[in-house]
């Protein structure tokens, strides 16, 4: 429903300069209605005094920004504008808002995710450990720990065309499967003694014990 408001001094005043001004500036109201986006009627209207179009609120913020839009008026006369519509500013409370739900709320939700972005990171060390062993990424630095069963870390590389490969470790203790490795290809091994590697093709094979290059070999069978 919309009240009947009845125009009062600031109100009429800033009709007639919003109109003075419209036309002063050799615009049409159809020109000022495309140019503040607000119907060529209502325009029609507050320039005519009429403030009844809109509830009240409405037609204040129409006013409002038709006069930004031509530069008329300042924060005074809308004061008085907003007065004679009996739009009342809200009234500041100087009581504390009640803060002791939502704040719990968003302690809450950041612990939690301070949780899982713990647990996300355990397990991603976790995997990343677990590759790390499996492809014996480790083994130089365990090898080089006293308590570590690790004492040395074999690794193979094939460095031209192909050649089989077969590792026992510490006496037949433990023995590697064998086979045929390409060009490019590299194995790592671990051992608490000794390693005993066969290799078919000598020459096309390097191998590195606890990170230092074996010298060259030309027999196919060698005890580390």
Same mark, same amino acid.
């Given at each position: 429903m919309i009240e009947h408001v009845s125009g009062g001094a600031a109100l009429? &005043?800033? *009709?007639?300069?919003l %109109? #003075? *001004?419209r036309i002063a500036m050799k615009l049409s109201l159809d020109d000022a209605s495309q140019l503040v986006s607000i119907q060529k009627d209502y325009l029609t209207k507050i320039e005519s005094g009429d403030f009844n179009f &809109?509830?009240?609120v409405y037609v204040f913020a129409h006013i409002k920004a038709y006069a930004r839009a031509l530069a008329v008026g300042n924060d005074e006369a809308f004061e008085r504008c907003r007065k004679e519509l009996q739009l009342f500013s809200p009234v500041k409370s100087n009581v504390l808002p009640d803060v002791t739900e939502r704040p719990h709320d968003l302690t809450l939700t950041s612990a939690v995710t301070r949780v899982i972005v713990v647990i996300l990171l355990? =397990?991603?060390i976790a995997l990343t450990s677990f590759y790390a062993f499996e492809k014996g990424y480790f083994s130089p630095f365990l090898s080089s720990l006293p308590f570590s069963p690790w004492h040395k870390v074999l690794v193979v590389r094939v460095v031209c065309d192909h050649s089989w490969v077969k590792v026992v470790a510490?006496? /037949? *203790? %433990? *023995?590697y499967a064998g086979g045929t490795l390409s060009k490019g290809q590299e194995l790592r091994y671990e051992s608490r003694s000794s390693f005993r590697?066969? =290799?078919d093709r000598p020459e096309c094979v390097e191998l590195y014990l #606890? /990170? %230092?290059k074996v010298p060259p070999f030309t027999g196919h069978f060698l005890i580390l």
């Open positions: 009429e &005043l800033m *009709a007639r300069e %109109k #003075n *001004a &809109l509830p009240r355990i =397990v991603l510490d006496d /037949g *203790a %433990k *023995a590697v066969s =290799v #606890n /990170g %230092k």
